[in-house]
């Protein structure tokens, strides 16, 4: 059961109730995901299971592909649907060239504030958790990448307008967030009624298994080996060489993060850009 599994969540579901579901379908406590995503999003979940629970580390950090819908002409207190509609302005006469200037200013490298209601922790106590006890709660700006932040499609009702959109950005990002300040830039106010998570790093949700099928049919997992394969460059040296890094000792130093395998493509360690094997998954 060693693997990675990719799971296409379901609306309604924390990220932990995922975790735990798939704990009872692979009979191990040994799961874990890459990357929360809130109860109203869907999408793709990354999870490990057993030895590839090590790879989540490295999975985090990956770029991420999402669609979604904003709202112009309603802020909400949590920037997204969940949350009680604390400000509504008249959105009607927003064209489209008004937001198209508007997202220039938040693609490439910017500085994003995260929604107060989020897991970011404030001296030991998640920010949502001080903001639910009545905290005002303002968070530091944080560097984020937006490589794609696109408009696919339009609809108005009313003084409101929900835009389709597809957000390519680094870890770390907030969509919420966006939402916010793209209705902040257009003095309308904004807020997320919809999200998809649909890549993290290498991995499509076209190839996720729905939850429901994980709980009937079992986790349908990609191997260790597969998994390190798509993430890493891969290095098969001679084989004194594996077993060294087998054995844990440094091997010559590749030029990044590398999986490196054995004669028959086994990959048995991920080594560091210094020759560092720091994760082995086959010891001598």
């Known amino acids: 059961m060693d693997g990675l599994l990719l799971v296409d969540k379901p609306s309604g579901l924390t990220s932990h ?4 579901r798939t704990r009872r379908a692979a009979g ?9 995503l809130d109860p109203m999003a869907t999408g793709l979940l990354v999870l490990g299971i057993d030895r590839a629970t090590r790879l989540l580390t490295y999975v985090v950090g990956v770029d991420k592909t999402y669609t979604a819908t904003i709202r112009l002409g309603q802020s909400t207190v949590t920037d997204d649907a969940e949350g009680d509609v604390t400000q509504i302005h008249d959105a009607s006469t927003v064209g489209r060239e008004q937001v198209e200037s508007a997202l220039r200013g938040l693609r490439g ?15 030991g106590q998640r920010s ?26 339009e609809r108005r009702e009313g003084s409101s307008i929900d835009l389709d959109v597809t957000v390519e950005c680094s870890s770390g990002t907030y969509i919420r967030a966006l939402a ?15 999200l998809r ?29 597969e998994a390190a394969s798509a993430l890493f460059p891969v290095w098969g040296p001679d084989p004194e060489l594996v077993r ?10 590749p030029r990044e993060l590398t999986a490196l395998a054995d004669g028959d493509g086994t990959v048995v360690a991920l080594i560091d850009s210094e020759g560092k094997p720091v994760l082995v998954f086959a010891p001598a």
Do not use: C, W
Request: hydrophobic share 40%; glycine share 12%; charged share 25%.
């Open 109 to 123: 490298e910017i500085q994003q504030v995260p929604s107060a209601v989020s897991a970011i922790k404030i001296d």
């Open 244 to 253: 060294d890094a087998r054995f844990g000792r440094r091997v010559p130093a």
């Open 180 to 194: 916010r300040d793209l209705g902040t830039a257009l003095g309308v106010g904004g807020h997320l009624t919809a």
């Open 28 to 36: 191990t406590r040994r799961v874990g995901h890459a990357g929360t």
């Open 128 to 153: 949502y958790a001080r903001v639910r006890a009545g905290e005002d709660v303002a968070l530091p700006a944080r560097p984020v990448s937006i490589r794609r932040f696109d408009v696919n499609g």
């Open 17 to 20: 109730d995922v975790v735990a």
């Open 197 to 225: 998570r649909t890549r993290v790093g290498p991995f499509e949700v076209a190839g996720a298994q729905p939850l429901d099928s994980v709980m009937t049919d079992g986790p349908r997992v990609i191997s260790v080996t």
